[in-house]
C-alpha cells in the first residue's frame, strides 16, 4: 500500500458564515446550506452536474455556489467564479518549483500551486461550521463522520481520512474527537 502523505496546514479563525455552501461526497448528490429568516439555517440536496470540474470517478469534491472544486483541476474558473478572496498568500513552493497559493473566503481555503504555468487545486479546507457537507460540519464529533462517510482508510488521534480515486476527505480533530475542519485534497503518494 502506497503512503498517503498528510499535508499540514495552518488552522484560521472564520469571522463571517457563508451564505450559501456545500459540499459532495463524489455521490452526485449536493448538500447545501443557506441562511433563513431568524438566523436559521436551511438544508437542501440536489444533483449536480459539475460541468467543467467533474470529480475523478469515485472522487471528492466541495461544491459551493453551484461551482465545483476539485482537487487536481486548474484553479482559474473556479477562483473567478468565487471573485475576490477575503485574502490571498502567495509562498515559494516546498514541493517543486513554482508557487503555492491559498486563496480565503468566508468560511474555507482553497489551496492551489503552480505546475508548468498553470495554477491547480490542491484542496480546499472547510472552517466553518453552517457549511453542511452531506450532514457533516466542523464542530460534529468523529463518529458523526463515520456515520457520514463510513469505514476511514486511516485513523489516528487527530483525525480520519477517507482516499476515493486521486482524491480525500481529511476530517481533523481537535484532543476532545471534535471536527475541527474538513478538507477534500488530491492525493500525493
Do not use: W
Amino acid at each position: 500500500m502506497k503512503k498517503i502523505k498528510l499535508l499540514t496546514v495552518t488552522m484560521g479563525l472564520c469571522v463571517a458564515a457563508s451564505l450559501f455552501a456545500g459540499c459532495n461526497n463524489g455521490t452526485g448528490e449536493t448538500a447545501a446550506a443557506s441562511r433563513i429568516d431568524g438566523g436559521q439555517t436551511q438544508i437542501s440536496v440536489e444533483t449536480s452536474g459539475g460541468a467543467d470540474n467533474k470529480a475523478p470517478e469515485g472522487g471528492y469534491k466541495f461544491t459551493y455556489k453551484g461551482y465545483d472544486v476539485v482537487p487536481g483541476a486548474e484553479a482559474a474558473p473556479v477562483i473567478k467564479a468565487f471573485g475576490e478572496p477575503k485574502d490571498q498568500f502567495e509562498g515559494a513552493s516546498c514541493a517543486g518549483q513554482g508557487l503555492d497559493i491559498i486563496y480565503t473566503y468566508d468560511g474555507f481555503k482553497i489551496y492551489a500551486y503552480e505546475e508548468n504555468g498553470v495554477e491547480l487545486i490542491d484542496g480546499v479546507e472547510i472552517e466553518d461550521s453552517l457549511i453542511d457537507c452531506n450532514g457533516l460540519h466542523v464542530g460534529d464529533k468523529l463518529d458523526d463522520a463515520k456515520n457520514v462517510f463510513g469505514t476511514p482508510t486511516q485513523e489516528d488521534e487527530f483525525g480520519l481520512l477517507y482516499r476515493s480515486g486521486n482524491t480525500a476527505v481529511q476530517i481533523s480533530c481537535d484532543s476532545f474527537g471534535e471536527i475541527i475542519s474538513i478538507m477534500y485534497r488530491r492525493i500525493i503518494d
